[in-house]
């Protein structure tokens, strides 16, 4: 499942096709072509992508106005970090349920051993180019008090041209304690950039470990 | 033009900096749960305005805000001095200029190597002439033949040329360009304040050979700070080799820019409220090294391009020769001579650095463009050590600019078996001593302002 950008081209001439894929299932020339389609597809339906994206999606998401337009939270995945093979501390119970943490194996570096992946949506109405960057999600895990950046993305910074969206996994090392997170998006859509708080839908809990299981999520 | 005296430099100390670590760590943890409001949001105009009308010999600058992306992807909202127009939101907001030079004949070039028509180093690595047979793994270094890459936001200006600059102000409030010590008898020059949507002018004479700071003294250090500084670099092209006439040669130049940026600080401004620097000291989150941080800085980015950069303009790359400190410029044979390579460390950050090398110490010739003595040295009243001297640690105050030649030596403690059989290239760490420094957004290692360099294997 890899990031798209609809009725976009790859931003940063510097990091466009250039650029190695970062999770390996990221946008090749040929599925840009396909994404480049199916946004004229969608154009012709006349309703504006905010519209479409603040007015449906999965269950339990919920779409947050921005100056530009719209983001959401689509989807939440959360898996171990390590495969117990590699545990530095006994292997936990690999099939514990997000809600109530984790007992996944911990990393001996003493960073975080569990992963957690969201998928971002962002459409933007105006007429004009707006900044994209994975960076501008934060997740907040309830059970430490620091903002965490991204671990990966499979799409890279650039810009989301007029009319269209974007569809970004970001991933994230997260505690394993944590039963629940916060996310925070930054628009940056005008002059003084603003936080915005992205409701987190349902988190499911993915079986297995990254290294195995991230780049085709 | 006119011209006045330094403004005041609150900057930090080393201690204060060191502090910073732990207080930049528990800034940054409560964030999340003590979150001030959020700024009230500013409606920019996406019309980008025409630029000026060029003139021959002129550089335009035009102070800009916008984002810029750091090293763990966030966008961190910047000003600078731009060489177009563009509007906050444009995604390649013109924050600093290409490198410029003004040549002797009244031109303003677009160049990123000097002298500009030198040989281009492929990789950043000038190649010898030929090995030294009398020094196994060691090699005979061209002397007057390569030219040295330069970041983005380097004036060049050449002895003899005329450095004119017309500074269009497109924000909200008041800037200023100022460059420090170019002036008659070391003063500064400034097109003073300028006015919402005017336009400043500045014409003087290139200083002596040396490297200053541009920057907007506005409330300092704030607006230098949020990023509006650059570096004016002065060489005189009949002695393009030397950090100044009858002064130390080197085989290429490095220029390595110190930044560190307070994402709070500069939100702040953007949302018009002035930064009382006293009342709310910096809490640097990002520390770059010529633009570029952590994983960027090292060239080990995804980028291709920014890792080209990297090399050609921060990672300092050469292969090993004989060098003798007494006299750099020293020939042994026709076209060749015995130095290192330059490394000009200019500060216009936050914080003290402690650039510090592995493999080889630096022999530094030279602060804030005077020259040290070889001889009779002395205490300076800050405590520091004014004499040419080999340096494990290299100290950078803010403002600061000092000249290291890095000799490119076979490192002191190798062994002869060691030596004789290098088939590779050897990779040595550069890093900061200041260690908050070393990580991006409150805790990311090593995020920082980092560096490596290169022994290149024996041709």
């Not at chain 2, 009308?53 to 810029?68: A, I, K, M, R």
């Not at chain 2, 042994?332 to 015995?338: E, K, L, N, P, S």
């Not at chain 2, 020259?371 to 640690?393: K, N, T």
Request: aromatic fraction near 8%; charged fraction near 20%; hydrophobic fraction near 40%.
């Amino acid at each position: 499942m890899g990031g798209t950008w609809d009725g976009a081209r790859i931003a940063d001439p510097d990091m466009g096709e250039e650029v190695e894929d970062r999770a390996g299932s990221g946008l090749s020339r040929r599925r840009f072509g396909l994404a480049m389609g199916a946004a004229i597809a969608a154009g012709a339906g006349g309703l504006s992508a905010a519209v479409t994206l603040l007015a449906s999606g999965p269950p339990g998401t919920v779409g947050v106005p921005t100056s530009f337009g719209a983001a959401r939270i689509t989807s939440a995945q959360r898996q171990a970090r390590l495969a117990e093979s590699t545990s530095t501390t006994p292997a936990g119970h690999a099939g514990a349920h997000a809600a109530a943490g984790s007992t996944s194996p911990q990393p001996v570096n003493m960073t975080y051993g569990d992963h957690l992946l969201l998928r971002l949506e962002i459409a933007n109405d105006t007429d004009a180019e707006i900044a994209f960057s994975p960076g501008l999600l934060r997740v907040l895990p309830n059970s430490e008090p620091w903002w965490i950046v991204n671990r990966r993305s499979d799409l890279h910074n650039g810009a989301i041209p007029p009319g269209g969206r974007v569809s970004a996994n970001i991933s994230f090392l997260v505690p394993s304690n944590a039963t629940r997170f916060s996310a925070e998006f930054t628009d940056v859509g005008q002059g003084v950039p603003v936080r915005l708080e992205l409701p987190v839908p349902s988190v499911s809990w993915r079986p297995g470990y990254l290294e195995a299981g991230h780049d085709d999520a | 033009m006119t011209t006045h005296e330094n403004p005041l430099n609150t900057a930090l100390d080393r201690a204060s900096v060191l502090k910073l670590g732990a207080a930049g760590a528990a800034v940054v943890s409560f964030v999340g749960l003590n979150r001030p409001p959020a700024p009230a949001a500013r409606r920019v105009s996406r019309t980008v305005p025409a630029a000026l009308v060029p003139q021959p010999g002129v550089l335009d600058l035009y102070v800009n805000e916008g984002y810029q992306k750091m090293v763990d992807d966030s966008l961190v909202y910047q000003r600078g001095f731009g060489d177009r127009p563009t509007i906050p939101v444009d995604r390649n907001a013109a924050l600093r200029i290409q490198p410029r030079v003004f040549t002797r004949d009244g031109q303003v070039l677009t160049s990123r190597i000097y002298p500009v028509n030198a040989i281009r180093p492929n990789g950043g690595t000038p190649l010898p002439l030929s090995p030294d047979p009398a020094n196994p793994g060691q090699h005979f270094i061209r002397r007057n033949y390569w030219a040295s890459f330069l970041p983005n936001r380097t004036i060049v200006a050449e002895t003899g040329s005329t450095v004119r600059l017309r500074v269009v102000n497109r924000l909200a409030d008041v800037h200023e360009l100022l460059v420090g010590g170019a002036g008659p008898g070391a003063s500064d020059v400034t097109t003073g304040p300028i006015e919402p949507g005017g336009v400043g002018e500045l014409e003087f004479p290139a200083p002596p050979p040396g490297t200053y700071i541009y920057h907007d003294p506005t409330n300092a250090p704030v607006q230098r700070a949020i990023g509006l500084f650059g570096t004016l670099l002065v060489m005189d092209p009949d002695d393009a080799w030397k950090v100044a006439p009858d002064q130390a040669s080197f085989e290429r130049q490095w220029l390595w820019v110190c930044h560190a940026i307070d994402p709070g600080w500069a939100e702040s401004e953007a949302a018009g409220v002035t930064v009382d620097p006293v009342a709310r000291p910096p809490v640097p989150r990002y520390f770059l090294l010529n633009d570029r941080s952590g994983f960027e800085a090292l060239a080990h980015s995804p980028n291709r391009s920014i890792n080209l950069a990297a090399h050609e303009e921060s990672l300092v790359s050469g292969y090993a020769r004989q060098i003798d400190v007494r006299q750099f410029g020293e020939d042994i044979d026709a076209g060749t001579v015995r130095a290192g390579q330059m490394v000009r460390l200019v500060n216009p950050g936050l914080v003290f650095h402690q650039i510090h090398f592995h493999g080889n110490h630096l022999w530094t010739v030279r602060r804030n463009n005077v020259e040290w003595p070889r001889e009779y040295g002395w205490i300076d009243d800050d405590g520091h050590v004014v004499l040419q001297q080999w340096e494990d640690v290299v100290e950078l105050e803010p403002m600061d600019r000092k000249d290291c030649m890095i000799p490119m030596k076979r490192p002191p403690d190798t062994t002869d078996q060691t030596w004789y059989g290098r088939t590779e290239d050897w990779g040595y760490p550069m890093h900061c001593h200041a260690e908050p420094s070393q990580t991006a957004a409150g805790g990311m290692y090593p995020g920082g302002l980092v560096a490596h360099w290169q022994l290149k294997a024996s041709l």
